[in-house]
């Protein structure tokens, strides 16, 4: 297991070695290489992952005295499984999705480079190689990006990406600092194991430290995953070329759910800040998910989809959920990647047909045809109530008697349920010639995700954090007092509710709105189409800033 | 005679405004050697001169160095001209090595570090020599797309960049992070300006190299560098990324 850890991230960097030897002479040749090298590292992070889940004892392989540290735990022989999978996939994909393009070896070798950097920072035992990697990826991704050397749009958001990782880079470099000089050690298994011994250490102005330093991890992993006012990178950077289009949505951008669950140790002692995370990921999860509705180009409400996603995401951090945050991440890198890299076909399905719904007449008069339906409103409504109650009544039969007083069980389901709500909301806008069978498409879709949460979760949360006390404080962090929670939980079943309701109202009057109601939603509208200004505010800051220093030049005689 | 010593040193290891000085001689300079040479001896006299000092420098002159570090990483973003921005970068990297002398564990290890520093502005200012003679000025937005016209030149430029803005593995990353790390405690403030100096870097770099690489190819072709040509800056730059990694010793 020794060689094995480092092999992981030593395979992509060889192959991007060997790939960039190659690059004078071959052509395709150069993309066969660089698919060995991702199918070896695969097989390394398979290897891994398989020894972890036969029990295998976490350990740290080290390089140097002072860096260098690799650690093979649970999450970091999961992650390295997913990243290489994902990039075997990209590399697979590319191989002849990129024949034509400019700089094709160029490409391989910087996707080969991504992987590695991507594994070394899911295996940093230390908090200097883990800065280098996060670093790195950032740069990384900026030449990827720009892989079109031609396309000035494709190097602006490039560079957009650029700096909002350089932001969060330095975050958490200030809070690599205020760690070392804490515990006088990079170690990250030493660190914590202080920060355990003694949870109340004060830092710079009296702050506690723990609560600084988790408020520092959680901003840099905000940058890193498109939270709320550090987003605007993702939706603009779909100028880069389809694969890493896929890589970055798939992989690069869940980076903040894993730096949250790398720390997990330190944010079990905070008081306060999971409850942060936990509003931003709320507040990104609806202001993505609204500006996706919004968009009329496709490649930009994926992007919304991916900042919808990971708020979602960062809000399982911030209730505790920090397992079923890296099964989200998972599940959500597998369907966006697919989406991404389906992209081409849908593309060449669409020159066929172009997808639009005929309408109900026409299919009834010319056609000949039933009409479609579409799936009676309260069944659709009891539903989303129903079956979340059936699942909760089996997992306290089936689990454990006292699911109900486990917060973090019901948080589990509670996540399991809003997805399911919003998986029946997008399908109760499909219209049907058998609705019987798309009825039992919806209730099984719904049951495996309500079970999927709860389940599938609980087995992550076994794997990734076997002690299970240490789960039990990771929830108590997170945790809030039982009124809220019963409040929050009432007024999110409030929302679905009055959702069901609106539908049932705009199918009933179609959709008009009267008086100030009207004005108010054409405000609204207004405001989400231009994605909340937030995009201009920053190009009217950068161009003033940059204005600023011209000026100063100016005055000071460019001297 | 201390206060005299630090003004020659506010020289070497520019001070605004004494920094002024050295920007308008290295604009005024006009070949490559002496461009070299100002750039790989003008740190070194002030380490020299900062050696025979008695202690260590007054706190105020670190934040007076680093806010100078962040005032010229600022206005390089602004910067088209590439031999101007070699000379801001330049000014904004040698400043910081006040804050580094505070905890540097020897002088040898500073004289290293402030080499390490001027190296990549070294291949840069080579570089620009070769872009003004392919295109009479290297000026950003005139010459771009050297990425499809010169590509060998150009991937010497982006490493030259990534290099001087502080970058994994180039020497400048662990340098800053050692900085940061020791100046964070004593010196919080001076500590975030030093920060944000660095993420300026990182934006003045960005736009240089939008500038100059980015874009289509000139309508006349033009010669790019031969492998003989680029094979020494190369090996220099895998030899700064080594030193980098063995951190100079500075992360202990």
Same mark, same amino acid.
């Given at each position: 297991m020794d060689a094995l850890v480092p092999l992981v991230f030593l395979v992509p960097l060889a192959s991007a070695l060997l790939t960039l030897t190659a690059l004078q002479g071959l052509h395709r040749d150069s993309a066969r290489i660089s698919i060995v090298g991702a199918f070896a590292t695969f097989l390394c992070a398979s290897s891994l992952l398989g020894l972890a889940l036969a029990g295998h004892t976490s350990d740290e392989i080290r390089f140097g005295t002072t860096w260098g540290v690799l650690l093979f735990d649970p999450l970091s022989s999961l992650m390295a499984f997913v990243v290489s999978g994902i990039s075997l996939?990209?590399?697979?994909?590319?191989?002849?999705?990129?024949?034509?393009?400019?700089?094709?070896?160029?490409?391989?070798?910087?996707?080969?480079?991504?992987?590695?950097?991507?594994?070394?920072?899911?295996?940093?035992?230390?908090?200097?190689?883990?800065?280098?990697?996060?670093?790195?990826?950032?740069?990384?991704?900026?030449?990827?990006?720009?892989?079109?050397?031609?396309?000035?749009?494709?190097?602006?958001?490039?560079?957009?990406?650029?700096?909002?990782?350089?932001?969060?880079?330095?975050?958490?470099?200030?809070?690599?600092?205020?760690?070392?000089?804490?515990?006088?050690?990079?170690?990250?298994?030493?660190?914590?194991?202080?920060?355990?011994?003694?949870?109340?250490?004060?830092?710079?102005?009296?702050?506690?430290?723990?609560?600084?330093?988790?408020?520092?991890?959680?901003?840099?992993?905000?940058?890193?995953?498109?939270?709320?006012?550090?987003?605007?990178?993702?939706?603009?950077?779909?100028?880069?070329?389809?694969?890493?289009?896929?890589?970055?949505?798939?992989?690069?951008?869940?980076?903040?759910?894993?730096?949250?669950?790398?720390?997990?140790?330190?944010?079990?002692?905070?008081?306060?800040?999971?409850?942060?995370?936990?509003?931003?990921?709320?507040?990104?999860?609806?202001?993505?998910?609204?500006?996706?509705?919004?968009?009329?180009?496709?490649?930009?409400?994926?992007?919304?989809?991916?900042?919808?996603?990971?708020?979602?995401?960062?809000?399982?951090?911030?209730?505790?959920?920090?397992?079923?945050?890296?099964?989200?991440?998972?599940?959500?890198?597998?369907?966006?990647?697919?989406?991404?890299?389906?992209?081409?076909?849908?593309?060449?399905?669409?020159?066929?047909?172009?997808?639009?719904?005929?309408?109900?007449?026409?299919?009834?008069?010319?056609?000949?045809?039933?009409?479609?339906?579409?799936?009676?409103?309260?069944?659709?409504?009891?539903?989303?109530?129903?079956?979340?109650?059936?699942?909760?009544?089996?997992?306290?039969?089936?689990?454990?008697?006292?699911?109900?007083?486990?917060?973090?069980?019901?948080?589990?389901?509670?996540?399991?349920?809003?997805?399911?709500?919003?998986?029946?909301?997008?399908?109760?806008?499909?219209?049907?010639?058998?609705?019987?069978?798309?009825?039992?498409m919806i209730l099984f879709s719904f049951t495996i995700v309500v079970l999927g949460y709860t389940f599938i979760s609980h087995a992550f949360d076994v794997f990734l954090y076997p002690d299970e006390a240490f789960r039990s404080q990771i929830y108590a962090a997170a945790g809030i007092d039982i009124f809220w929670f019963d409040t929050l939980v009432i007024l999110m079943s409030l929302v679905v509710v009055f959702g069901w309701l609106v539908t049932y109202y705009t199918e009933q009057n179609g959709r008009r709105w009267k008086g100030a109601l009207s004005t108010l939603w054409h405000g609204f509208y207004t405001l989400v189409s231009r994605e909340f200004f937030v995009i201009n505010a920053y190009a009217r800051l950068s161009g003033f800033l940059v204005a600023a220093a011209t000026r100063l030049n100016v005055l000071l005689r460019w001297s | 005679m201390t206060l005299l010593g630090y003004l020659v040193v506010a020289l070497f290891l520019p001070l605004f405004p004494i920094s002024m000085l050295f920007n308008r001689l290295y604009a005024r300079v006009g070949t490559l050697r002496a461009r070299v040479f100002l750039l790989l001896v003008w740190p070194q006299l002030g380490l020299l001169v900062l050696a025979e000092l008695p202690g260590q420098p007054p706190t105020w002159v670190v934040h007076w160095a680093v806010v100078t570090a962040c005032f010229y990483a600022f206005r390089a973003v602004a910067l088209r001209d590439l031999t101007l921005w070699i000379a801001y970068m330049a000014t904004s990297a040698w400043s910081l090595l006040w804050a580094m002398a505070l905890f540097a564990p020897g002088d040898m290890l500073l004289v290293l570090q402030a080499l390490a520093f001027s190296a990549p502005f070294v291949l840069l200012a080579w570089l620009a020599s070769r872009i003004e /003679? %392919?295109?009479?000025?290297?000026? =950003?937005?005139?010459?771009?797309? $050297?990425?499809?016209?010169?590509?060998? #030149?150009?991937? /010497? %430029?982006?490493?030259?960049?990534? =290099?001087?803005?502080?970058?994994? $593995?180039?020497?400048?990353?662990?340098? #800053?992070?050692?900085t940061t790390a020791n100046l964070l405690p004593v010196l919080p403030g001076a500590a975030l300006v030093m920060l944000t100096a660095w993420f300026l870097w990182a934006w003045a770099g960005a736009q240089m190299t939008r500038g100059l690489v980015v874009g289509p190819a000139a309508d006349e072709p033009k010669p790019d560098l031969g492998l003989a040509a680029t094979l020494p800056p190369g090996v220099l730059l895998a030899v700064l990324a080594v030193a980098g990694v063995t951190s100079l010793g500075y992360l202990t």
């Open positions: 996939i990209v590399h697979v994909y590319s191989r002849r999705y990129m024949a034509e393009e400019r700089g094709y070896a160029t490409f391989f070798v910087l996707l080969d480079l991504m992987t590695a950097a991507l594994l070394l920072m899911v295996t940093a035992g230390d908090l200097i190689t883990l800065l280098i990697a996060w670093h790195l990826i950032g740069v990384l991704l900026y030449f990827l990006l720009g892989q079109d050397s031609t396309s000035h749009t494709a190097h602006r958001y490039a560079a957009w990406t650029l700096l909002t990782y350089r932001f969060g880079d330095l975050l958490l470099l200030l809070a690599a600092a205020l760690l070392y000089h804490a515990f006088g050690t990079w170690s990250l298994h030493g660190i914590f194991e202080q920060v355990a011994d003694a949870p109340d250490v004060r830092t710079l102005f009296g702050l506690p430290l723990v609560e600084t330093v988790a408020g520092l991890v959680a901003l840099s992993a905000f940058a890193r995953s498109a939270q709320f006012l550090l987003h605007i990178w993702l939706p603009y950077t779909m100028s880069g070329p389809t694969p890493v289009s896929a890589l970055m949505h798939a992989g690069i951008v869940n980076a903040g759910g894993f730096l949250i669950n790398r720390f997990a140790p330190l944010f079990v002692h905070t008081d306060g800040v999971l409850h942060w995370i936990f509003v931003v990921g709320l507040v990104t999860a609806v202001i993505g998910s609204v500006l996706m509705l919004a968009q009329n180009d496709i490649k930009k409400a994926l992007g919304y989809s991916t900042m919808g996603q990971m708020g979602f995401m960062i809000m399982e951090c911030g209730v505790g959920a920090f397992s079923l945050a890296v099964y989200h991440l998972i599940a959500h890198g597998l369907f966006k990647g697919t989406l991404f890299l389906g992209a081409g076909g849908v593309i060449s399905e669409a020159r066929e047909d172009d997808g639009v719904p005929k309408d109900d007449l026409y299919t009834f008069v010319v056609e000949r045809r039933s009409a479609r339906q579409r799936q009676p409103w309260l069944l659709m409504a009891a539903v989303t109530l129903v079956v979340p109650v059936t699942i909760l009544v089996l997992a306290h039969w089936l689990v454990a008697e006292d699911f109900f007083q486990k917060q973090g069980a019901v948080v589990l389901l509670f996540f399991g349920w809003v997805t399911g709500a919003q998986l029946i909301f997008s399908t109760y806008r499909m219209r049907t010639e058998n609705i019987w069978r798309l009825m039992g | /003679l %392919l295109f009479g000025a290297a000026y =950003a937005g005139t010459c771009g797309g $050297l990425g499809q016209t010169a590509p060998r #030149l150009s991937v /010497l %430029l982006v490493f030259s960049i990534l =290099a001087a803005v502080g970058t994994p $593995l180039f020497p400048g990353f662990f340098a #800053l992070l050692a």
